[in-house]
């Protein structure tokens, strides 16, 4: 009688043990990055531009983001780029580069119909400004709303295939009020990964 609750407690702990191994997080810290195993453009990639340079309907900044963040990352994302040794251009690039920071959007803010011709769903902190490009079941990709709440994310596309070829974030980096010294470090640190 003794030997069940035993046994019992025995697999209990052992399942709450391997629990953790099991789940999945958003509160990883520092920066992170995935390459596509078809990226191997990356390598001899020395120019950039940017996804879209402007969004294409009017923006709309909510949970407490204002225009000025775009301003940083933009600002910020280009210093980075120049820094590792690539040149923004106007054509021709070797690669694009977009960005989001994650955030929740309520059910009926999320729907096609909301958004102008070419975006996708909006989970960015503003909506209007997104992208449509794939991803070819890269390993380790998650969409922008698996991510946490004001994970900066940094995006590589092949401009003639519209492929994603590289993704760097940091979770859970930028709040609504972060001023531009905290959003170039976190850039950095996620350009870094590449």
């Not at 030997?3 to 391997?18: E, R, V, Y």
């Not at 999945?24 to 195993?37: H, Y």
């Not at 969004?55 to 990352?73: M, V």
């Not at 070829?165 to 859970?172: Q, V």
């Amino acid at each position: 009688m003794k030997k069940i609750p035993a046994l019992l407690l025995t697999g209990f702990l052992s399942a709450m043990m391997a629990l953790p191994a099991c789940v999945t997080t958003s509160a990883s810290l520092g920066a992170k990055s995935i390459k596509a195993p078809y990226a191997t453009s990356l390598r001899q990639a020395t120019t950039y531009a940017w996804y879209q340079s402007e969004p294409q309907g009017q923006p709309e900044y909510i949970n407490g983001y204002k225009a000025s963040l775009h301003k940083s990352l933009v600002k910020a994302v280009e210093q980075q780029m120049q820094a590792q040794g690539y040149t923004k251009v106007a054509q021709n690039p070797d690669v694009l580069v977009a960005y989001d920071v994650s955030v929740s959007v309520p059910k009926e803010k999320d729907k096609p119909e909301n958004f102008s011709e070419g975006f996708g769903y909006s989970y960015a902190y503003m909506t209007g400004y997104r992208y449509d490009y794939g991803q070819a079941d890269m390993p380790g990709y998650r969409s922008v709303d698996l991510f946490k709440e004001g994970t900066l994310i940094i995006d590589l596309i092949n401009p003639r295939s519209n492929m994603l070829l590289w993704r760097g974030w940091a979770e859970g980096a930028l709040s609504p009020g972060a001023g531009s010294g905290a959003v170039e470090k976190r850039v950095e640190e996620v350009l870094e990964q590449l």
